[in-house]
């Protein structure tokens, strides 16, 4: 007996040893898991943010280009209301999917200036829908929806952690 009392000692240092290194393993495992994990959904969520943006850019392109087709922008290829219809519907069926992805992954304040910057470009569609020839309202829509994508973008640069981005106003010069 006193041969085990002799060996009790190192016999508990060894169970300690063991349960402390699994302790730890566990906690490293489950460290790394909500790391992997959180990168998985900012990776996502970016996706979903990426998506709705080029879907609202697509309906805007052609919206730029009927409103030159009224006399109201000068994109230099213009498109008739009637040939931009098809491509406007298909584009917005694929902006309500986008939409959905969104809501689904995104925080309340990418929703939100989401929805503000869809809400400016339906003013803009509402405005070549009635094939107005007004080239100050359509700067003044233009303006809005700058903004609206501008707050969008900053908002969900802010919710994925990354830095500020360029405005994406640019100067043309027309020599």
Not at 81 to 98: K, N
Not at 101 to 115: E, F
């Amino acid at each position: 007996m006193s041969a085990f009392i002799q060996q009790l000692p190192a016999l508990v240092g060894v169970v300690i040893g063991s349960l402390g290194s699994y302790l730890a393993v566990m906690l490293g495992d489950r460290s790394r898991f909500r790391r992997e994990q959180t990168v998985r959904w900012e990776d996502r969520r970016l996706t979903a943010y990426s998506d709705y943006a080029r879907s609202q850019k697509t309906i805007v392109s052609l919206l730029f280009r009927v409103s030159a087709h009224l006399g109201n922008d000068p994109h230099p290829h213009p498109l008739a209301p009637e040939e931009a219809a098809t491509q406007l519907g298909s584009a917005s069926e694929t902006r309500d999917l986008a939409w959905e992805a969104l809501l689904l992954l995104g925080n309340t304040d990418v929703a939100d200036a989401a929805h503000e910057w869809a809400r400016v470009v339906a003013d803009m569609e509402h405005f070549v829908r009635d094939q107005m020839g007004d080239p100050d309202g359509w700067s003044t829509l233009l303006e809005n929806q700058r903004v609206a994508r501008e707050k969008y973008y900053a908002t969900a640069r802010r919710d994925v952690a990354l830095p500020p981005g360029h405005s994406g106003r640019f100067q043309f010069s027309h020599n």
